[in-house]
C-alpha cells in the first residue's frame, strides 16, 4: 500500500510562494498524486491532482518529477486564509479509487 | 452542483449508548466513503461502497461499528454500543468512478463521555 511522508509543519508570511513535498517511493503505475486542504471543523477540500510532469489549477500547482517518487504542492503568494492541514494522496487507481490519508502538513500563514 | 450533506452536524451521547450517521452523497457519484477522524490525526477509512456493496470494510470495528447504502443513494454509519475512544468527526466522502477528486461533507463531530 502506497504509503506518503510530508512534513508535520511549516510556516510562511503573507505573500511568500509555499512549496509542500510529498515522497511516495511505492507509488504503482496507475496510481495518481492527489492533495487536499483542510481547515478547523470543515471536511478535506480537494485542491490538485496529477499523474506526472506539471499540473495547475486556479489556486497550486503540482510538480512531479520522471520517477513520480516524490511530488511538490506550490501555492503561490499564500494569504492568511491559506493556514490550514495540507495532505498528500495517492489515489490508488487499481483498488476502487481508495485513498488513504497520512498526518497532513499542518501550515501557518503569518502577517 | 449540491455537496455532500450529513447529519447531525454534532452529537454527545454516553458511553455504551448507541449512535447513527447519516450522508446523502453527490448525485450521480457511485463510490461513498466514510472516515473516522481523531483530532490531530488524518481521516481514517472506515468502509468504502460501491453503489449499494462493500467494497472495502477492512478497518470497520464490526463488533459495534456497522454501515448501510440503501438503493446506492444515502448511507448511514451506526455505532453501538459507543466506547470513549470513538469520539471523533466522522466524514463521508464520494466521488466518480475514475481519477478524480473526493468530495467531502463537513463531517458530523462525535462526543462520547
Known amino acids: 500500500l502506497a504509503k506518503t511522508t510530508q512534513p508535520i509543519s511549516m510556516d510562511s508570511y503573507e505573500g511568500q510562494e509555499v512549496n509542500i513535498t510529498c515522497s511516495h517511493n511505492n507509488i504503482a503505475t496507475n496510481d495518481y498524486i492527489t492533495w487536499y486542504q483542510q481547515f478547523p471543523s470543515q471536511g478535506p477540500r480537494f485542491i490538485i491532482q496529477?499523474?506526472?510532469t506539471k499540473v495547475t489549477n486556479e489556486v497550486a500547482s503540482l510538480f512531479i518529477p520522471a520517477d513520480r517518487k516524490s511530488s511538490t504542492l506550490s501555492l503561490p503568494r499564500v494569504s492568511l486564509s491559506d493556514t490550514a492541514v495540507y495532505y498528500c494522496l495517492v489515489f490508488l487507481y487499481n483498488q476502487g479509487g481508495k485513498l488513504i490519508f497520512g498526518q497532513g502538513t499542518e501550515l501557518s500563514v503569518k502577517p | 452542483e449540491a455537496g455532500v450533506a450529513q447529519s447531525p452536524r454534532y452529537k454527545i451521547i454516553e458511553k455504551r449508548q448507541s449512535v447513527a450517521f447519516w450522508c446523502n452523497p453527490i448525485s450521480g457519484h457511485a463510490t461513498l466513503y466514510w472516515y473516522q477522524q481523531i483530532l490531530g490525526q488524518g481521516p481514517k477509512l472506515l468502509i468504502q461502497?460501491?453503489?449499494?456493496?462493500?467494497?472495502?470494510d477492512s478497518q470497520l470495528p464490526k463488533d459495534r461499528f456497522s454501515a448501510e447504502r440503501l438503493k446506492g443513494v444515502d448511507s448511514t454509519l451506526k455505532i453501538q454500543p459507543a466506547k470513549l475512544e470513538d469520539s471523533a468527526v466522522y466524514l463521508c466522502a464520494s466521488s466518480l468512478d475514475a481519477p478524480a477528486g473526493y468530495t467531502f461533507g463537513s463531517g458530523t463531530r462525535l462526543t462520547v463521555v
Open positions: 461502497f460501491q453503489n449499494n456493496g462493500v467494497v472495502d
Open positions: 496529477g499523474y506526472k
